[in-house]
Antibody
Framework: QVQLQESGPGLVKPSETLSLTCAVSGDSISNNNWWSWVRQSPGKGLEWIGEMYHSGMNHYNPSLKSRVTMSMDKSKNEFSLRLTSVTVADTAVYYC??????????WGQGTLVIVSS | QSALTQPASVSGSPGQSITISCTGTGSDVGGYNSVSWYQQHPGSAPKLIIFDVSNRPSGVSDRFSGSKSGNTASLTISGLQAEDEADYYCSSYTSTFTYVFGTGTRVTVL
């Protein structure tokens, strides 16, 4: 049973950096799957942030690309998201997820990040 | 990249069938058979219900079916049940190696 669990600060100040980690169990992030981050602003739709592969290859949403970095810690079997220069518009529930082919098959429960001073 | 276009809301009575459309471009929906559909109940994470246009993951009811024609994909829910009341999102792989979600559709069971 693949499980993902997001963690990180629930409150971030404007202009600072949002950092989240996704702990994976039941699978290895070094296996042949891509790993993604998706967010959902309150009352809004889903927005794909980006994905990465264990080789270090990644793809980011063009609208966020200049502020996003994804990384992996294979020793801890977890991957991370960094989003710089946040604004109130980055307030959202952030989900981590595992691909199976072109679909997001496994999702974390999500973590709410509020950007506020 | 622009979000795929879905109707904001669709409603139906129990037992009826409803269809949700998802319109993109030739660079996403029309260019790849990589359309997925997700169901999201309030306060919960999205759940995959259709992948690769028309395939169902194990455990998903066969009342859910998907199709595609040109740049528009569709999700049909047949035999509508109260538990189907949720938000539904389509998603597609794109020509720039990214993914794009639809705007989302709220399904109401009357």
């Amino acid at each position: 049973q693949v499980q993902l669990q997001e963690s990180g600060p629930g409150l971030v100040k404007p202009s600072e950096t949002l950092s989240l980690t996704c702990a994976v169990s039941g699978d290895s992030i070094s296996n042949n799957n891509w790993w993604s981050w998706v967010r959902q602003s309150p009352g809004k739709g889903l927005e794909w942030i980006g994905e990465m592969y264990h080789s270090g290859m990644n793809h980011y949403n063009p609208s966020l690309k200049s502020r996003v970095t994804m990384s992996m810690d294979k020793s801890k079997n977890e991957f991370s998201l960094r989003l710089t220069s946040v604004t109130v518009a980055d307030t959202a529930v952030y989900y981590c997820a595992r691909h199976s082919g072109y679909r997001l098959l496994y999702w974390g429960q999500g973590t709410l990040v509020i950007v506020s001073s | 990249q622009s979000a795929l276009t879905q109707p904001a809301s669709v409603s139906g009575s129990p037992g009826q069938s409803i269809t949700i459309s998802c319109t993109g471009t030739g660079s996403d929906v029309g260019g790849y058979n990589s359309v997925s559909w997700y169901q999201q109940h309030p306060g919960s994470a999205p759940k995959l219900i259709i992948f690769d246009v028309s395939n169902r993951p194990s455990g998903v009811s066969d009342r859910f079916s998907g199709s595609k024609s040109g740049n528009t994909a569709s999700l049909t829910i047949s035999g509508l049940q109260a538990e189907d009341e949720a938000d539904y999102y389509c998603s597609s792989y794109t020509s720039t190696f990214t993914y794009v979600f639809g705007t989302g559709t709220r399904v109401t069971v009357l």
